[in-house]
């Protein structure tokens, strides 16, 4: 995808489309589009962030204690929880069919939350949206 292409993907998430045209080309430029082929695991359940990653294309399996817990789709994401907190990661992730994801590291990832409150009460509410989901489950 070129920088045009990967902006209008970060703009169609829930995440990212309030951010300024300008910080977006700038998330744009700051990633890299990866590839995974089919069964790969992108990241390990345990294992240290690597990264944030906007699924732009295809299909990825999360598990949890050797459970699947749920399939993620184009504008789909996952990362943000080990990226802000940095701990190990709470579950994997397996490329099912032509995955590809935008990569943003770390760094650029939490410098984005310091530097935009409005973008880090957007996370902040994303994710009180998923531990609202997993304690329904439990319940």
């Known amino acids: 995808m070129n920088t045009e292409e990967l902006k209008a993907s970060l703009a169609a998430t829930e995440l990212f489309g ?3 045209a300008q910080t977006l080309s700038r998330l744009a430029k700051s990633g890299r589009e990866v590839a995974h082929a089919d069964g790969h695991e992108v990241v390990t359940e345990g294992a240290g962030a690597v990264g944030f990653h906007l699924i732009v294309a295809g299909t990825a399996r999360v598990t949890s204690k050797g459970a699947e817990r749920r399939t993620l789709a184009t504008g789909d994401y996952f ?5 802000i907190d940095g701990r190990p990661r709470s579950a994997g992730v397996e490329a099912v069919e032509g995955l ?6 770390p760094t650029v990832f939490r410098g ?3 530097s935009n409150p409005a973008f880090a009460r957007d996370v902040l509410v994303m994710l009180c949206t998923r531990l609202r989901a997993a304690e329904s489950q439990i319940n």
């Open 18 to 20: 309030r951010l300024p």
């Open 112 to 114: 984005l939350l310091d």
């Open 100 to 105: 590809r994801t935008f990569v943003i590291e």
């Open 79 to 83: 990362g943000e929880i080990s990226v």
